[in-house]
């Protein structure tokens, strides 16, 4: 016996030696060297005028449609040929559905594949009832406190100025890169795409254009939003979540509420959404999700650098500690969310059908079919209809191993020494689902957010630095310079 207690703790004291090896060897990663660069100084007043101005154009994507037919969406575009005469007249502008402006950049060379920049100018409407709750009125672009206040701020006119700006500023210096540059402004991402992006990737097939990779919104340099770490993360997302709506139909006896069944359609249903969340599509930490957590987790303490250094003991009890978060829930599988309920029409009737209607955000290693599948087995019901509505593909996964994603580290590293720098995913839809139809699509907004920021996304009190709109300009231009 005391042999065996021996064996035992030669073998654990192995074990504890291998885990601490790991953890030891586990420190910062640089996905690419750093290259000297000489980041230009723009004028920090003239950009914030300049956003200040863009925000005061109501660009509004409602839901229904644009009641203004446009008409604030022309006169921004004509703020924007005022504001950068320039780049109007030396490239070359082709318009997409009239609204999306796509601008060629001829290269002197022109051998190899162009790069696209893009960003979107249409906005989400402010939420009803909130418009007292904003510090600065939503659509003033005030200027106070160092940021720029206002709807767009953050989604997405900061790009939009920040792209136009390092256009103009090359231009002036006789810069022509060697490749050509094209840059998208859209006008309808926030309803999806189909007049903007998706018309545009369609262009681009038209005319028989490849680009080498895209540049669009999709995450920032986040400060303080990751728990444990003490730097900036600068997340470079290389995909994005497919989105699938399904409507769950229960039938079941119709009548008056009087005499109900012992089932009703509405208790069907209910017990199917009792089933959907008791059984959420697999996840785990694996691919893009265990590349971003495994870069952040190589920055943070010795003891969750033992666990991310010994992901062969430690990726179940590390996926189980992330799958209870909101975020690490999102980023490691398909998501579950009913948001909308509909049955009976009047309290005292027994409805014939209920409904459920359920988003799902698609994980890259899941396909709609897949989602589908999953659900009508979870729910196993011959009395639940299960209806396909909107859907798109998770997208492809770009490639981190080619120029474009080293200079987009390299490039984010001279603006941002100090930040740890990693593969994505994001989580919600931008335009660049379509763009990765056509190309490596990357999702990316060089600017610094915080906690505060988040609440400004689709919400009130939208705002961004000036600071943040220097640091973009700078992104910018040094990655145009590249090209």
Same mark, same amino acid.
């Given at each position: 016996?005391?042999?065996?207690?021996?064996?035992?703790?030669?073998?654990?004291?192995?074990?504890?030696?291998?885990?601490?090896?790991?953890?030891?060897?586990?420190?910062?990663?640089?996905?690419?060297?750093?290259?000297?660069?000489?980041?230009?100084?723009?004028?920090?007043?003239?950009?914030?005028?300049?956003?200040?101005?863009?925000?005061?154009?109501?660009?509004?994507?409602?839901?229904?449609?644009?009641?203004?037919?446009? @008409?604030?969406?022309?006169?921004?575009?004509?703020?924007?040929?005022?504001?950068?005469?320039?780049?109007? @007249?030396?490239?070359?502008?082709? +318009?997409?559905?009239t609204h999306?402006?796509?601008? +060629?950049?001829q290269g002197s060379e022109a051998t190899g594949q162009p790069v696209l920049f893009s960003a979107h100018y249409d906005v989400v409407p402010v939420n009803p009832g909130t418009e007292n709750e904003w510090t600065h009125s939503p659509f003033a672009g005030d200027i106070a406190d160092n940021y720029v206040w206002g709807r767009g701020a =953050?989604?997405?006119?900061?790009?939009?100025?920040?792209?136009?700006a390092s256009v103009s500023g090359l231009l002036k210096t006789g810069f022509t890169p060697k490749q050509d540059i094209y840059v998208a402004l859209t006008h309808d991402e926030e309803l999806g795409s189909e007049d903007g992006a998706v018309a545009l990737t369609q262009w681009f097939?038209?005319?028989?254009?490849?680009?080498?990779?895209?540049?669009?919104e999709g995450s920032f340099v986040l400060d303080g939003i990751v728990p444990g770490v003490d730097k900036g993360i600068a997340s470079i997302n290389v995909s994005e979540k497919g989105y699938l709506t399904l409507k769950l139909i229960a039938h079941g006896e119709g009548g008056h509420s009087s005499m109900p069944?012992?089932?009703?359609?509405?208790?069907?249903? @209910?017990?199917? =959404?009792?089933? =959907?969340?008791?059984?959420?599509?697999?996840?785990?930490?694996?691919?893009i999700s265990e590349k971003m957590y495994g870069d952040i987790a190589r920055n943070m303490d010795f003891s969750k650098r033992l666990l991310f250094a010994?992901?062969?003991?430690?990726?179940?009890?590390?996926?189980?500690?992330l799958d209870d978060t909101k975020?690490?829930?999102?980023?490691? +599988?398909?998501?579950?969310?009913?948001?909308?309920?509909?049955?009976?029409?009047?309290?005292?009737?027994l409805p014939a059908t209920a409904t459920a209607t359920i988003n799902f955000r698609l994980h890259p290693r899941d396909t709609v079919e897949d989602v589908v599948n999953w659900v009508? @087995?979870?729910?196993?019901?011959? +009395?639940?209809?299960?209806?396909?509505?909107?859907?798109?593909?998770?997208?492809?996964?770009?490639?981190?191993?080619n120029d474009g994603f080293t200079q987009l580290v390299q490039t984010t590293r001279a603006v941002y020494p100090n930040t740890i720098i990693t593969p994505g995913l994001t989580i919600a839809a931008t335009d660049s689902r379509f763009y990765g139809d056509i190309t490596n699509a990357y999702r990316f907004n060089p600017m610094v957010i915080n906690n505060d920021d988040l609440e400004g996304f689709h919400g009130t009190n939208e705002r961004i630095s000036i600071e943040n709109l220097v640091r973009a300009t700078q992104f910018y231009t040094a990655l145009m310079q590249q090209q």
């Amino acid at each position: 016996m005391l042999r065996f207690f021996k064996i035992v703790g030669i073998l654990l004291v192995g074990l504890l030696g291998i885990l601490i090896f790991n953890a030891v060897r586990y420190t910062p990663v640089e996905n690419a060297p750093l290259k000297p660069m000489t980041l230009i100084q723009p004028d920090a007043n003239a950009l914030a005028a300049q956003l200040s101005e863009a925000i005061t154009f109501q660009t509004i994507s409602w839901e229904s449609g644009n009641p203004d037919d446009y @008409a604030s969406f022309i006169a921004l575009q004509q703020w924007l040929e005022t504001t950068y005469p320039n780049v109007f @007249a030396q490239l070359e502008l082709t +318009r997409i559905n009239t609204h999306t402006l796509l601008l +060629r950049w001829q290269g002197s060379e022109a051998t190899g594949q162009p790069v696209l920049f893009s960003a979107h100018y249409d906005v989400v409407p402010v939420n009803p009832g909130t418009e007292n709750e904003w510090t600065h009125s939503p659509f003033a672009g005030d200027i106070a406190d160092n940021y720029v206040w206002g709807r767009g701020a =953050l989604d997405d006119k900061s790009a939009v100025v920040g792209l136009m700006a390092s256009v103009s500023g090359l231009l002036k210096t006789g810069f022509t890169p060697k490749q050509d540059i094209y840059v998208a402004l859209t006008h309808d991402e926030e309803l999806g795409s189909e007049d903007g992006a998706v018309a545009l990737t369609q262009w681009f097939r038209d005319q028989s254009i490849t680009p080498a990779w895209s540049l669009d919104e999709g995450s920032f340099v986040l400060d303080g939003i990751v728990p444990g770490v003490d730097k900036g993360i600068a997340s470079i997302n290389v995909s994005e979540k497919g989105y699938l709506t399904l409507k769950l139909i229960a039938h079941g006896e119709g009548g008056h509420s009087s005499m109900p069944p012992e089932n009703t359609a509405v208790t069907v249903l @209910a017990e199917a =959404l009792v089933k =959907l969340k008791d059984a959420p599509l697999p996840g785990g930490l694996e691919g893009i999700s265990e590349k971003m957590y495994g870069d952040i987790a190589r920055n943070m303490d010795f003891s969750k650098r033992l666990l991310f250094a010994n992901l062969w003991l430690f990726k179940p009890l590390l996926s189980s500690v992330l799958d209870d978060t909101k975020s690490g829930n999102a980023m490691m +599988r398909t998501t579950t969310a009913p948001t909308m309920l509909s049955g009976s029409v009047k309290s005292n009737v027994l409805p014939a059908t209920a409904t459920a209607t359920i988003n799902f955000r698609l994980h890259p290693r899941d396909t709609v079919e897949d989602v589908v599948n999953w659900v009508t @087995a979870a729910i196993d019901d011959e +009395r639940i209809d299960v209806k396909m509505g909107e859907f798109t593909e998770a997208s492809p996964v770009a490639a981190t191993d080619n120029d474009g994603f080293t200079q987009l580290v390299q490039t984010t590293r001279a603006v941002y020494p100090n930040t740890i720098i990693t593969p994505g995913l994001t989580i919600a839809a931008t335009d660049s689902r379509f763009y990765g139809d056509i190309t490596n699509a990357y999702r990316f907004n060089p600017m610094v957010i915080n906690n505060d920021d988040l609440e400004g996304f689709h919400g009130t009190n939208e705002r961004i630095s000036i600071e943040n709109l220097v640091r973009a300009t700078q992104f910018y231009t040094a990655l145009m310079q590249q090209q």
